[in-house]
């Protein structure tokens, strides 16, 4: 995923992903990090004809730049609301490792909460994307505190998150588009719910980190305004021996394919 970090000043680090194929600005020391997680996210979207792709709470843009440098057709919006990290995304997208795919990349600083004209205004029209990715806040706000502000509002969540998060993806996607996200396990009956009859044929892949070990994560694609059932897929083990990623596990983690619907 990472050839290991260069320090750029005191507090960044410039991350490449994809073996090299792209580099990310990101905080040192604060803030929310992006990895595979990110990285995985991204390999939900498939597309062979150009698409445009939104990515809500974007960070510093690692997931939404991974889909822009794995195809070639897509043009992504990096959706971020903190004015600190929409300015890491912005950086990041400059910086000269990402050029072959600068163009396709956009930044917009705005809350992923913002409804109807306001919404509108921020630059996320309806109907005007294919492909909605999102990587919520996963903690309970019940958990334990961090000091650092900006890792707290990019883990934290809310009451009633999912349900903003999927009503914006559905209003800013065109019907037939694809929403995907990663979560916690915890999260399944919540996003369920969200999706309500916004989305359908919703897809749900566990992932364990090794064989007999419980889930860590989850994988979610939903179609907008489908009505097909929900599947429940086969599940992913990332490990399989020591600290070594599983071969397909590694080419999404990588770049190297997607993760397509059944």
């Not at 991974?66 to 004015?83: D, F, G, K, N, Q």
């Not at 958990?143 to 890792?151: A, H, I, M, N, S």
């Not at 009956?189 to 992932?207: K, N, V």
Request: charged content about 25%; hydrophobic content about 45%; overall charge positive.
């Amino acid at each position: 995923m990472t050839a290991g970090p260069v320090l750029v000043a005191a507090a960044e680090t410039v991350d490449a992903f994809h073996r090299g194929k792209f580099h990310v600005l990101q905080p040192l020391g604060q803030g929310h990090r992006s990895g595979m997680d990110a990285m995985l996210l991204a390999s939900l979207v498939a597309s062979e004809r150009p698409c445009r792709v939104a990515d809500l709470g974007a960070g510093a843009g690692a997931a939404g730049m991974a889909v822009a440098s794995r195809i070639e057709t897509a043009h992504v919006v990096l959706v971020e609301r903190s004015p600190i990290m929409a300015d890491y995304a912005r950086r990041s997208v400059a910086l000269a490792e990402n050029a072959r795919f600068a163009s396709r990349v956009s930044v917009i600083e705005a809350d992923v909460s913002l409804a109807g004209k306001a919404r509108v205004a921020a630059g996320l029209a309806d109907d005007s994307f294919d492909h909605v990715i999102m990587n919520p806040p996963f903690n309970d706000a019940s958990d334990r505190k961090t000091p650092d502000r900006l890792k707290a509002e990019a883990h934290a969540m809310s009451d009633g998150l999912f349900e903003v998060w999927v009503k914006t993806a559905g209003a800013i996607m065109r019907p037939g588009g694809q929403l995907s996200l990663i979560a916690r396990p915890e999260s399944i009956a919540d996003i369920i719910a969200a999706c309500g009859r916004r989305f359908g044929g919703i897809e749900i892949t566990a992932l364990h980190p090794r064989v007999g070990e419980n889930a860590v994560r989850i994988l979610v694609t939903a179609i907008k305004q489908s009505r097909k059932r929900l599947v429940l897929r086969a599940p992913l083990v990332m490990h399989e021996e020591g600290h070594r990623f599983a071969d397909h596990v590694d080419d999404l983690n990588n770049g190297r394919a997607a993760y397509r619907r059944r």
